[in-house]
């Protein structure tokens, strides 16, 4: 027995922002709940109608009917509409009525206990099969095709061998069988979301698996899952209907099915009999489907047409900062950790499984970063650079392999600390900015819920405070009316508008490290110069270090300290901006000036790597 695809699209939001204009939010409408959305439809206000009907009916049954379903007299059998018998009596002389209204109990309570038991395997092993994936999914996937495998209606039959003619147990076997259809449908939109930009986003804010799945995940899962309960509630009553039918049902309860069974046996005696039941039947079954069809649109309407610990370290850093602003001079990064690094990686590898083996595309990076220190880290498009960003954030997927002699930050061994370790740390001490904005954002929560839940998880603050804190966040980062824009949804605001609201992000909870990973590269040139000139003024301000992952040389120019060059995952050379720009060493480097700098000779193919290039330390 399979389930019908469930209908799973998505509605698109739209992007009617201008770039380039802070302050130009569109006004929101506050979110409608969903039963007032709901009933705006008419459609779903028909459904709503007739299943309460049908449920009040038959959980009210003795106040509509004195009749009892089981009680027959044979010299009723037969009786027409009318009198004592308003819908008239079957073969037996049983009420049509009473066995209507009480046969709805067990029909209701069938499709009910399918769908709990199927929802209750189903979503859970979808969920943890999806995000986690690995032998946790192969394992799961596997017993889902056996069952998907196995004729329903024999284990159906086996089971009822098994444990007798009781209706409940059987419509709980049945939402086990329903259960592996939930669970590819759970498995698919689940995979299809967890690499998402804002999942990264919510892992580099420190939230916890749990707490991902729940925001993040559960709320694109639900639409979905909606229809497919509407199609299993329609499949549970049509077979528990089939059941009875047989006759192998509980005995001696009425249901739709029992009075399908005493209507086909008569069937040329009396075929009115048929009318009741299968109206039943039809319009529980079409009403349901239509109305999570309602639903499902209504849930995907969106309502659119500083501590001691921190100033200790602060107090540091800026002794550190205000030392080089008064010499003009940056120190190199000779390989040796000192008190005032940051961040420390010494020999990083990344690889990921190829049919021949293996690629590696980290292969013995090694690079410091002071305390408020903007360092860059420069090279071609497939240089290595996000990878190497990734490792130290620990957001490699998990077929990459990721070793390394050092990975520590402020002392911690970044490579000892588990899940838990890492989201302590991700969003509160070292933040992330991503190239992407618009994709980083969850279009399903507002600007604002996005912004408050990290500082309430990591500084402990009441909503109130962080509602405070992130209005205030949003003013210091260049947004006018930022009460709107906290207000608004992530298709509200325009790609410089998101890109701000992402670094105010990553500032929330005053993190001692940042990683912006090429963060202008989405943006126009105009814009570019504005997020530059913030991230850079919010660097000097907080005392911060930077890693600056990038391919543009003139934004290495404008904010970088230090320059770390990449070149097919090596580190080819480190140097101060200062002697970078004035005499390159590496013949990559001058390649890379070369096809940046308008002055320079005619630009020539890069060349490839040599076998095994030494980093080039220059010493001021």
């Known amino acids: 027995m399979t389930v019908p695809p469930a209908d799973s699209a998505q509605a698109s939001a739209q992007d009617s922002a201008a770039e380039g204009n802070p302050g130009g939010a569109a006004p929101v409408p ?3 709940r969903l039963v007032r959305r709901l009933l705006r439809n ?43 018998h308003p819908l008239g009596a079957d073969s037996v002389g049983r009420d049509v009525l009473a066995r209507l209204l009480y046969g709805g109990r067990v029909s209701l309570l069938g499709g009910f206990i399918a769908v709990t038991v199927a929802l209750f395997i189903g979503i859970p092993a979808g969920l943890l099969a999806g995000y986690y994936r690995g032998r946790l999914d192969a394992v799961v996937s596997w017993v889902a095709s056996l ?20 209706t409940n147990a059987t419509m709980a076997v049945l939402g086990v069988i329903l259960a592996p259809g939930v669970f590819r449908l759970v498995r698919a939109s689940v995979t299809s979301v967890r690499e998402e930009l804002y999942v990264d986003a919510a892992r580099v804010s420190g939230l916890g698996d749990p707490r991902i799945m729940r925001r993040h995940i559960l709320p694109v899962v639900q639409a979905p899952t909606i229809i497919q309960s509407a199609q299993m509630f329609g499949v549970a009553v049509v077979i528990q209907a089939g059941i009875e039918f047989l006759g192998l049902g509980s ?35 079409a009403a349901l489907g239509l109305l999570a069809n309602a639903l499902r649109d209504s849930l995907l309407d969106t309502g659119a047409p500083v501590s001691g610990r921190r100033a200790g370290r602060t107090a540091t850093a800026s002794a550190s900062a205000t030392a080089r602003a008064n010499t003009g001079e940056v120190p190199e990064d000779t390989g040796e950790v000192t008190d005032d690094d940051l961040l420390t990686v010494r020999n990083l590898r990344v690889t990921y499984p190829t049919r021949d083996g293996e690629s590696t595309v980290v292969d013995g990076v090694s690079l410091s970063v002071r305390r408020g220190e903007v360092v860059g880290l420069v090279g071609e498009s497939g240089s290595g650079k996000s990878q ?9 997927p998990p077929e990459a392999g990721c070793e390394a002699d050092r990975i520590t930050f402020d002392g911690q061994d970044l490579q000892r600390l588990g899940r838990k370790g890492m989201n302590s740390l991700r969003g509160c001490r070292i933040a992330y900015v991503p190239q992407e904005p618009m994709s980083n954002l969850d279009p399903s929560f507002r600007i604002g819920t996005q912004l408050a839940d990290p500082m309430r998880l990591h500084l402990k603050i009441s909503a109130k405070e962080a509602r405070k804190r992130a209005i205030a966040l949003l003013e210091r980062v260049g947004i006018d009316r930022p009460e709107r824009v906290y207000d608004s949804y992530p298709h509200q605001i325009s790609g410089g508008m998101a890109q701000r609201v992402l670094i105010a992000g990553a500032v929330s909870c005053d993190p001692d490290l940042i990683i912006a990973d090429e963060p202008t590269t989405a943006l126009d040139v105009t814009v570019q110069a504005e997020v530059l000139d913030l991230l850079r003024e919010l660097q000097r301000e907080r005392q911060m270090g930077l890693v600056l992952v990038t391919h543009n040389f003139g934004v290495v120019a404008d904010i970088c300290d230090r320059v770390v060059v990449m070149q097919t995952g090596r580190v080819v050379e480190s140097a101060t901006v200062r002697r970078l720009f004035a005499e390159p060493r590496h013949p990559y480097t001058r390649m890379l000036l070369a096809s940046t700098l308008e002055d320079a000779a005619p630009r020539t193919p890069l060349q490839d790597a040599a076998p095994a290039p030494a980093p080039l330390q220059e010493k001021v």
């Not at 249901?255 to 005493?262: E, I, P, V």
């Not at 190497?388 to 490699?396: C, I, K, P, Q, R």
């Open 30 to 32: 506050r979110r409608g």
């Open 147 to 166: 069952l998907m495998a196995a004729p329903a209606i024999m284990v159906l039959l086996v089971a009822i061998a098994a444990i007798g003619p009781n």
């Open 42 to 84: 008419p459609v779903a206000v028909v459904c709503l109608v007739v299943l309460a009907l049908i449920v009040l009916s038959s959980a009210f049954a003795p106040l509509l009917t004195s009749n009892s379903p089981t009680r027959s007299s044979l010299n009723d059998a037969f009786a027409s509409i009318g009198g004592s």
């Open 388 to 396: 190497t960003a990734f490792s130290v954030l620990g957001l490699l």
């Open 251 to 285: 005995a001696g309860q009425a249901s739709w099915g029992a009075m399908l069974n005493d209507a086909f046996t008569n069937l040329y005696t009396k075929p009115t009999l048929l009318v009741a039941p299968g109206l039943a039947i039809v319009i529980t079954v």
